[in-house]
């Protein structure tokens, strides 16, 4: 969608946005306010999370979240599902793994069906869930060395407990 067209679905909203102020905030050079970013996702059909934090492991997280916050973590807090708890955070991970695990189990036994397309589909399920399951046990593993060591300094974290 071009500028000039979000323009006047903007305008038509009732919250209008020249194209000269949606390229200075697609480039961070112009701050978005509550309501821009509602009408913004209402002009998109998309939800305001979804502009927030897109999905996919290089979204740049928003200010103010602990460093060691992941994609995956910030969507989950912006969702109401996580608060900033080294104890939450280690929880959502233990979920995670555990969804992982169940998932795992039914791709592998797809993957030993007799049916070449499902056993096909199985064995790729499975292996995607494998780096998955790596990578969720080494953020259990970093989360619990963090909580071993007395939490993050000097993070939001440290304020909201």
């Known amino acids: 969608m ?20 949606l390229r200075r905030i697609e480039s961070r050079a112009r701050r978005v306010n509550v309501d821009d970013l509602v009408a913004i996702a209402v002009a998109l059909n998309v939800s305001p999370q979804a502009l927030l934090m897109p999905e996919g492991d290089t979204a740049i997280l928003p200010t103010a979240l602990p460093d060691t916050f992941t994609p995956a973590e910030a969507r989950a807090w912006m969702r109401g599902d996580l608060n900033l708890t080294l104890e939450s955070r280690h929880d959502f991970w233990l979920e995670r793994l555990g969804e992982i695990e169940t998932a795992l189990i039914e791709a592998e036994r797809l993957a030993a069906s007799s049916d070449p397309q499902a056993a096909g589909w199985g064995r790729r399920r499975a292996i995607k869930l494998r780096s998955e399951q790596a990578e969720t046990s080494e953020q259990i593993e970093a989360i619990e060395t963090l909580i071993r060591k007395g939490g993050e300094r000097g993070s939001a974290a440290d304020t909201a407990e």
């Open 2 to 21: 071009t500028f000039a067209t979000l323009a006047g679905k903007l305008l038509q909203l009732g919250h209008p946005i020249p194209t000269l102020g």
